[in-house]
């Protein structure tokens, strides 16, 4: 009978419970880089949410500032360029279309092309009416329509030319403060609960935009002698 030499130490294979043991470590190893990818994923759509409502924000606040901005623009008359003017509330009058023929009010015949707008804040949105000037009356051309959803806060503040904020007593600016607003500050804040992942914080995103306006002809010139 041939017998065989033992094994050198380097050349036995593991035994049962180092097997165990490596299993285990690598279980260990596995289960935190799952948990690793798992969480940088759900960062990532968190991130890719957020930034969705940043540039919600951005367009919107882009084009408020664009109408705000001109408030006062070729109106006629006893127009104000604001004439409601609140913490939720403002409207303002100008000529939207520039004089272009491609005009928003299709009631205007023969007018001066002059448009209303208001901005108000109502409960998760933010909604706008135009209205046209015809033969001496505001008729409504555009009902209160959303434009900006999933909002948590919004809100108007109202400077002078000095920098100072302009404050309503009875919460809407009377006719003399209106007349000395030169810039107005529009924040909101959006959130999507919707896109909200387990664990992670609800994807929001606030802004703010201080919009100078010409609503007086002196401080056009101003603006254009760069003062």
């Known amino acids: 009978m041939i017998t065989r030499p033992p094994l050198r130490r380097d050349e036995r294979g593991f035994s049962l419970i180092e097997m165990m043991i490596a299993i285990g470590i690598m279980a260990v190893i596995y289960l935190a880089v799952t948990q690793i990818l798992v969480r940088v994923h ?5 991130m890719a949410s957020t930034m969705s409502l940043r540039q919600e924000a951005r367009v919107l606040l882009m084009r408020m500032g664009d109408e705000v901005r001109g408030a006062g623009h070729g109106i006629v008359g006893s127009l104000e360029g604001i004439s409601q003017a609140s913490a939720t509330e403002l409207t303002i009058a100008l000529d939207l279309d520039r004089g272009s023929s491609d005009r928003p009010c299709t009631l205007e015949v023969g007018d001066d092309g002059v ?13 706008r009416r135009v209205q046209c000037w015809v033969s001496g009356v505001w008729v409504q051309e555009i009902p209160y329509t959303p434009v900006a959803q ?39 804040a959006l959130a999507d609960a919707a896109r909200a992942i387990q664990g992670e914080a609800t994807p929001s ?18 603006l254009v002698d760069g003062g």
């Open 42 to 46: 759900l960062s990532h759509a968190t």
């Open 115 to 127: 448009e209303q707008v208001t901005y108000r804040v109502a409960t998760g949105r933010i909604e």
């Open 150 to 188: 999933n909002v948590t806060a919004a809100s108007f503040r109202y400077f002078d030319a000095a920098g100072a904020e302009i404050t309503a007593g009875g919460g809407s600016l009377a006719e003399a403060q209106r007349d000395q607003v030169r810039s107005i500050r529009v924040s909101v």
């Open 205 to 222: 995103y606030q802004s703010f935009a201080d919009v100078l306006v010409r609503n007086q002809d002196a401080f056009l010139t101003k």
